[in-house]
């Protein structure tokens, strides 16, 4: 299965080694074909190596899950 990506504004990064991601996605109506904006929050995993701050925007990939909510992690700062 291919890992998911995503490109998001970083919404907090008050966590040990977490960010809160925030990314809007375009989708389409099934039935009238109407493109809605949703917006999604994901917590994601910060290497050592990479350092983000607030309102950076980042890519963010799937991963194994590392606690609860954390199954994301940070690929690289855009």
């Avoid at 991601?21 to 074909?33: A, E, T």
Wanted: glycine share 4%; net charge positive.
């Amino acid at each position: 299965m291919a890992k998911k990506n995503f490109i998001g504004k970083v919404k907090s990064t008050k966590m040990q080694k977490t960010v809160s991601v925030v990314v809007n996605i375009m989708k389409v109506h099934p039935l009238y074909g109407k493109r809605m904006r949703s917006t999604k929050t994901f917590k994601a995993h910060i290497p050592e190596k990479i350092k983000v701050k607030e309102g950076d925007f980042v890519r963010i990939e799937s991963c194994r899950p590392i606690s609860k909510d954390k199954k994301w992690q940070v690929k690289e700062v855009l």
